[in-house]
């Protein structure tokens, strides 16, 4: 593992969130979703997986595996997974916690922690993933950083595959949901950790960023679990 010091763009309440969250819960609830028992995250997890490689694509080549960065991996679900289909994977989160975790179950991914606007990385990526990470940042001046920066590490006809939910013009406008609500149905009163740290974008948002840097829009695939209004927003680096 190695480890960066510059995680100032991020708020120490956020790290604080993020920190205890990965020491507190388990590997599935710490990244996944916190209103769910773990039969729920299995479930979560497996379908996402199931769409990612569907995403990726099926054929792996040990002479020519993909590279593949997970930005914002939390405890390495995703990275442990994609190592495991044979493509080579780079995965950072600004969690010590919770790379201190991904290392310990080891698996192929090499880890690091950094924040999104700081990972640099000496060869562009086939594909960059960011899956639940940009609704998680609440600030815009640092979205936009990690944004960018994920958008740099893409190689030409490469991919940049991000989460949030499939709004649109005419629900333009930001906002935060509670995760444990309005994702599940589940009763508002029940006794769950509020959804904080929460703020979704329109898809025009992301769009307004990436296409100047040459990244289209290719598609929209939902999660398909439960209500989520979540799924993978796909992008490729067409120049
Ligand atoms: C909901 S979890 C998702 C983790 C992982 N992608 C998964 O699906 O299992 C959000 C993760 O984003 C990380 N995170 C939040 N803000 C970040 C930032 N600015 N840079 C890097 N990681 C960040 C948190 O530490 C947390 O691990």
Not at 5 to 22: F, Q, V
Not at 171 to 178: I, P, Q, S, V
Request: hydrophobic fraction near 30%.
């Amino acid at each position: 593992m190695t480890e960066s010091t510059r995680t100032d763009a991020m708020t120490d309440s956020t790290r604080t969130y993020w920190d205890t969250r990965h020491l507190e819960r388990d590997d599935l609830a710490s990244g996944g979703h916190i209103g769910l028992d773990r039969p729920g995250n299995e479930i979560f997890y497996a379908l996402r997986l199931g769409e990612l490689i569907t995403l990726i694509g099926d054929l792996s080549s040990p002479g020519a595996p993909l590279f593949v960065l997970d930005a914002g991996c939390g405890k390495g679900y995703f990275a442990r997974a994609l190592a495991r289909c044979g493509h080579r994977v780079d995965a950072f989160d600004s969690s010590p916690e919770a790379i201190t975790y991904a290392c310990s179950r080891g698996g192929g991914p090499r880890y690091a922690v950094a924040a999104l606007d700081e990972w640099r990385s000496p060869w562009p990526y086939d594909v960059v993933l960011g899956v639940d990470v940009l609704f998680h940042v609440l600030d815009d001046e640092e979205w936009r950083a990690g944004l960018r920066n994920l958008a740099s590490l893409v190689r030409i006809t490469g991919r940049l595959i991000l989460t949030d939910e499939d709004t649109h013009e005419t629900d333009e406008d930001t906002h935060e949901t509670d995760e444990d609500t309005h994702e599940t149905g589940q009763d508002p009163h029940e006794s769950t950790p509020p959804g904080d740290y929460l703020l979704h974008r329109p898809a025009s948002a992301y769009r307004r960023e990436l296409e100047p840097l040459g990244l289209t829009h290719t598609l929209f695939r939902p999660y398909g679990f439960r209500e989520s209004r979540a799924g993978f927003h796909v992008f490729t680096r067409t120049r």
